[in-house]
């Protein structure tokens, strides 16, 4: 995958451009926010910068909001981090990105100080001594000296920044909020010390974010009027509203800037299907499913309740989404760049679904947070985080009555997602080969057992320079010849928008929960494919998931085979069985022809920093390749696997 002369001339983002979805797509014109309310309607319900007070200031505020026993933690972590060290983004720890392909120096740099910006002014706000100030000044200048408040991997490939044309990122626009929260926390104290600091904020910011994204708004991808964007939009928005809110004195730019945001954020709402699905996977929709309730809730605060949309269906579909991905305890689907683990913010989740007046999320919310209780300060989303401290005296403690969704189908994404009553979970999916953050991965499923992964999409490694750019696919686990797909004729799927399943068609019901779509036009013309109808089904009569592939070539194949991915240890002694052992005493057979198939098996490479995460992502067990080689080959035929659980 290429990407084009134009874009390549532009020195912009080169990740997103990777993440966005390449070609031509469906946008829905619904422009939710901005059709509701005008211009006059915002002008007319925003609270002034001086009358705004979302969070609390001063200890009274505080003790009155949180319990003591967290507050007294937040002055603890605090006074951890009092002699940090706020250390200077060197040239070469820049260029690590272009040099070696390594991001995580310049990263583990940045984002530390930022952290360790808010504890610190969370521990002064929530003290009121003036301890903390002088750190707190040494974290602003730090970060307001930096040339780039963002990522290198976001600014094409030169490395260093040019700061004459300032690029908006996500950590840019993250930085910003973290810097206003600075202004609205401890700015009186910073003008004691002196009054070039808060000057200093709102320079670094109006030139860094305000202007750029008003001026060049056709410069930025995750702007795009024509093409579906991500993840970043939504980010993005959430912050460039938070900061223009704390720190915009010009109360008509004020309005203006909120308003241009609000037609900001409809862009991505327009980029969603009808189902509000999100293609990016459960992992990133808390950055964007969830950064949609971020803006939403500022703006619903700073309006006082005049801007609310928690009843437009497409909201109400977009956050079902998350609960219909969850599969047992911190398990989500994990199709395309998504990660298998993670531990969904309960507290969000409790608000959200409060807004929207939905009991399954609520009580999603409410399992999350009794499941992986914390309330975390250092990490992105740091409005959402001030606002879970304000939720803990406010969330429903009874015991939640949660129950995950027995099936689902998500059909703008074409997901499936299926619960047997032996404890089987099927998810499984079409689509097409240019969704964001994309696998080539077209008709690939997986299989959890009580809760253990048994037949899994090994998602991600670790991001580096090679993970966005033309050598994408070049990375096994972005191939569809590691997903749970068949090899025709030696070759996989391809990356594009025309690479998709085709005659899509789902069934739930009491005998099944099954998805049928021909993955023929996800292969390349060499591939010599005229037909692929594959079938999965979660058959609940006998309680087994069943894959049956009717395909039509265009000649006798050289060969086809049939992956199946695993971190389960494999026993395939026994012809026709192929035995799968997780955790926790899970078993589950992978039944087979043994007259059409021989079985082999093999390790994925562990070459190069990708490899790294998927240490953590399946805990220290190694990923397996299942080969199954047909020993027949004929130009047209059918065939089939089972699993059952043992």
Same mark, same amino acid.
């Given at each position: ?17 990777? &993440? ?16 509701? @309310? ?21 200890? +009274? ?11 007294? #933690? ?25 040099? +070696? ?10 984002? %530390? ?92 910011? !109006? ?8 001026? *060049? ?15 970043? *939009?939504?980010?993005?928005? +959430? ?55 971020? &803006?939403?809730?500022?703006?619903? #605060?700073?309006?006082?309740? !005049? ?42 989740? @409790? ?22 209780? #914390? ?12 606002? #879970? ?48 953050? /994309?696998? *080539? ?27 966005? +750019?033309? %050598? ?9 010849? $590691? ?5 025709? /004729? ?20 009491? %005998? ?29 009569? /006998? ?29 395939? *002694? ?20 043994? !007259? ?24 220290? $067990? ?8 047909? %020993? ?15």
């Amino acid at each position: 995958m290429l990407l084009p002369p134009e874009t390549m001339k532009n020195p912009f983002i080169l990740i997103f451009l990777f &993440c966005s979805i390449l070609a031509q797509a469906q946008i829905t014109l619904r422009n939710i926010l901005s059709t509701k @309310y005008t211009l006059e309607n915002v002008q007319k319900a925003l609270i002034a910068k001086n009358q705004w007070s979302p969070y609390p200031k001063t200890p +009274s505020e505080w003790r009155a909001t949180v319990p003591d026993s967290v507050l007294n #933690n937040l002055v603890k972590e605090g006074e951890k981090v009092l002699n940090f060290k706020f250390e200077s983004i060197s040239g070469t720890t820049s260029l690590d990105y272009v040099r +070696s392909g390594d991001r995580e120096r310049h990263g583990n740099i940045s984002y %530390k100080k930022r952290n360790v910006l808010l504890q610190l002014l969370l521990a002064e706000s929530i003290e009121d001594k003036g301890r903390f100030t002088d750190a707190i000044l040494n974290g602003v200048w730090s970060i307001c000296e930096e040339s780039y408040w963002g990522v290198p991997a976001h600014i094409g490939g030169t490395g260093l920044p040019d700061i004459e044309n300032p690029v908006v990122d996500l950590f840019s626009a993250e930085t910003a909020s973290v810097l206003a929260l600075a202004d609205y926390f401890v700015g009186e104290k910073l003008d004691k010390i002196n009054k070039l600091i808060r000057k200093r904020i709102y320079y670094e910011t !109006n030139k860094r974010i305000f202007i750029p994204i008003q001026k *060049n708004q056709d410069k930025y991808s995750w702007m795009s009027k024509t093409k579906p964007v991500n993840n970043w *939009n939504p980010w993005i928005m +959430s912050n460039w509203i938070l900061s223009t809110l704390l720190l915009e004195k010009d109360e008509i730019r004020r309005s203006e800037t909120v308003y241009a945001s609000m037609k900001g954020l409809d862009l991505y709402l327009n980029s969603l299907g009808d189902d509000g699905g999100c293609d990016e996977g459960p992992s990133y929709w808390f950055a964007a499913g969830a950064s949609v309730y971020d &803006c939403l809730e500022l703006l619903q #605060n700073a309006t006082i309740n !005049n801007i609310n949309i928690y009843d437009n269906s497409l909201i109400q579909k977009m956050a079902t989404y998350v609960y219909k991905t969850h599969i047992d305890k911190d398990y989500f689907v994990n199709f395309a760049d998504a990660d298998p683990k993670l531990r969904p913010d309960g507290l969000m989740l @409790y608000r959200f679904g409060k807004a929207l007046n939905d009991d399954k999320m609520i009580q999603f919310g409410k399992w999350a947070f009794q499941t992986f209780p #914390n309330y975390k300060t250092d990490g992105y989303q740091r409005m959402r985080r001030i606002e #879970n401290l304000l939720t803990l005296n406010k969330i429903d403690r009874t015991p939640n009555t949660y129950q995950p969704v027995k099936d689902a189908w998500i059909s703008d994404i074409q997901v499936l997602t299926s619960r047997g009553n032996n404890g089987i979970f099927l998810a499984t999916h079409g689509g097409h080969n240019a969704e964001s953050h /994309n696998h *080539n991965d077209v008709g690939d499923f997986i299989i959890y057992l009580n809760g253990q992964p048994m037949i899994v999409d090994a998602g991600r490694g670790n991001y580096t320079a090679r993970t966005f +750019s033309s %050598k994408r696919y070049e990375l096994w686990f972005t191939q569809s010849e $590691h997903h749970n797909l068949p090899i025709i /004729n030696g070759f996989g799927q391809k990356a594009g928008r025309e690479f998709e399943a085709k005659n899509v068609k789902c069934t739930t019901d009491n %005998k099944e929960a099954s998805l049928l779509m021909d993955i023929a036009d996800a292969y390349p013309s060499e591939a010599g494919v005229k037909a692929w109808n594959r079938f999965v089904r979660l058959n609940r009569s /006998n309680n087994q998931v069943e894959i049956t592939e009717d395909y039509r070539l265009e000649s006798t194949p050289k060969s086809i085979q049939q992956i199946f991915m695993t971190i389960c240890d494999v026993d395939a *002694n026994n012809a026709g069985k192929i035995n799968l052992s997780g955790e926790k005493n899970s078993n589950l057979t992978l039944n087979y022809d043994a !007259n059409l198939w021989t079985v082999s098996t093999e390790k994925p490479s562990t070459e190069g920093m990708e490899y790294e995460s998927f240490k953590t992502k399946w805990n220290n $067990h190694p990923v397996t390749r299942i080969i199954l080689t047909q %020993k027949s080959l004929q130009q047209k035929g059918k065939y089939k696997f089972s699993f059952e659980a043992k």
